[in-house]
């Protein structure tokens, strides 16, 4: 099976899940993260691919947390593949990481800042892994279907797009739920929203990005009214101490909860309008 078919596996026709912490902070944690999020989404027929940064480069300071080595992590994203059976993701911001990333991972992740630069998609779409773009914060999203016929073009046989939201102004991001279907019809491959990083408000706290937890389900809520493949949500036992992100990553306690009224939201909208 393919990661692609792994992700339309589910034989409830719900959506899937790439979720994990922002950036790996250690092998325990990972797990422990990985473990909760394995057990409820196999309770509710969710396909799920952990998620771990294994090194954080687009950071806002320079004493910013980047990771703890990038073998070490890389290693402990392993560790999750074969402990938990399922796919990972992390993000590459060079051409050179891709070869090194893909003997970890299933599939490289292409950072929003990142998803037009060319010699960065054929370096990941040459590896055989699957390729998931996200959305420039500056790009309509008619445009993704460039990124992506340049990985096709490149030997990529699996590709995603991921929306994760619009610059609105400065400090602040607007999602404009247009774009899923949008990217759908013109990109061909599977849609997913990242609502973690849409919910963002950049360097707005001395340097330390800040965000809107509060609007989590909102937003979760209405990719899935119009049709989003998957979704793409970072969670932490504690997003007070997490090392990125804190400031909108989800609480690991609110997951579960959230993924079943969610879970209840697709299976609605799969029966009014059977996909």
């Known amino acids: 099976m393919t990661t692609e078919q ?9 959506f899937f899940l790439l979720a994990g912490p922002c950036v790996i902070e250690g092998e325990q944690m990972a797990l422990d993260i990985a473990e909760k999020i394995y057990e409820v989404t196999r309770e509710l027929d969710i396909p799920f691919v952990f998620k771990g940064s294994y090194r954080k480069a687009n950071r806002s300071r320079i004493d910013s947390f980047t990771g703890i080595g990038d073998i070490p992590a890389l290693e402990i994203l392993a560790e999750v593949k074969t402990r938990y059976g399922v796919p990972v993701v ?36 040459e590896t055989g892994r699957m390729v998931n773009i996200k959305k420039g ?16 073009q490149a030997g990529a046989t699996q590709v995603a797009v991921t929306d994760r939201g619009t610059m609105f102004g400065y400090g602040d991001l607007v999602v404009d739920v247009r774009g899923i279907p949008t990217m759908k019809q013109q990109c061909g491959c599977p849609v997913i929203m990242d609502i973690t990083h849409s919910l963002q408000q950049p360097n707005t706290a001395g340097g330390v990005t800040g965000g809107r937890p509060d609007m989590i389900e909102t937003i979760a809520r209405a990719a899935i009214a119009v049709g989003a493949d998957g979704l793409f ?12 992100d804190g400031a909108n990553m989800l609480h690991l306690d609110l997951l579960p909860d959230l993924l079943k009224r969610l879970t209840v939201l697709r299976q609605t909208i799969n029966a009014i309008n059977p996909m």
């Not at 914060?137 to 096709?152: G, H, I, N, T, Y």
């Open 6 to 14: 792994y992700l339309n596996s589910s034989s409830s026709g719900n």
């Open 90 to 125: 992390t993000d590459i911001h060079q051409a050179s990481e891709a070869e090194i990333a893909a003997r970890y991972v299933d599939i490289l992740q292409i950072p929003a800042f990142l998803c037009r630069q060319t010699d960065l998609l054929v370096a990941a779409a």
């Open 233 to 244: 949500i970072e969670t932490h036992p504690n997003p007070a101490i997490a090392k990125s």
């Open 137 to 152: 914060q500056f790009l309509a999203p008619e445009s993704m279907k460039f990124a992506v016929d340049k990985v096709r």
